[in-house]
C-alpha cells in the first residue's frame, strides 16, 4: 500500500511539474493587428510569477472582443497564484481594485484568459446594459 502511495504522489507532483512548464512563457492575444493583452509567466522552484498588460477594449452584446487597444509595455505584477493540473488562477492590482484571472491550458498549446468577476461586478455590468467578456484566446510565443 506505501508503494501505491508513493506512487500516485510522484505522479501528482509530475503533473504539476508538467503544467507549470508549459504555462511558463509570453502569452498574448491580438484584435485587428494590435496586441491588447500580454502575459508573462516564469517558474522557479515550483512558483509561478509574472505579470500582465491589458489594453482598453470593448465587447460586444455576446461579450465577444469588438475593439481594442494596445497594451502598455508595463507588465502589473500577479500575486495569488495558484496552478491546478491545467487551471491557472492569479489576480492583479489595478488602482484601488483587484481583478482576478483564470488561465486555462488548451489542447494544441493554446490558453484561454478568463476574468473571475464578483457578483456586485456582475450586477453593475448587467445594470449597464454591458456584457461578460468571453475568454480571451491567448497564444504562446
Not at 508549459?22 to 496586441?35: E, N, P
Not at 491546478?84 to 483564470?102: H, I, M, P, Q, V
Not at 491550458?105 to 446594459?129: S, W
Amino acid at each position: 500500500m506505501k508503494t501505491l502511495a508513493l506512487v500516485v504522489a510522484i505522479a501528482a507532483v509530475s503533473s504539476v511539474q508538467s503544467d507549470s512548464t508549459s504555462i511558463a512563457g509570453s502569452w498574448t492575444a491580438r484584435f485587428d493587428g494590435r496586441t491588447f493583452v500580454t502575459l508573462e509567466l516564469k517558474t522557479a522552484n515550483g512558483t509561478i510569477t509574472g505579470g500582465i498588460s491589458m489594453g482598453n477594449f470593448e465587447v460586444d452584446s455576446q461579450g465577444a472582443v469588438r475593439r481594442a487597444d494596445e497594451s502598455p509595455r508595463a507588465l502589473t505584477a500577479i500575486f495569488d497564484v495558484k496552478l491546478r493540473a491545467s487551471l491557472l488562477t492569479f489576480s492583479r492590482k489595478d488602482g484601488d481594485s483587484t481583478n482576478r484571472f483564470e488561465v486555462r491550458l488548451l489542447d494544441g498549446g493554446d490558453a484561454e484568459l478568463r476574468f473571475l468577476f464578483d457578483d456586485e461586478d456582475l450586477e453593475e455590468f448587467a445594470a449597464d446594459g454591458i456584457p461578460t467578456p468571453k475568454p480571451i484566446h491567448l497564444k504562446k510565443q
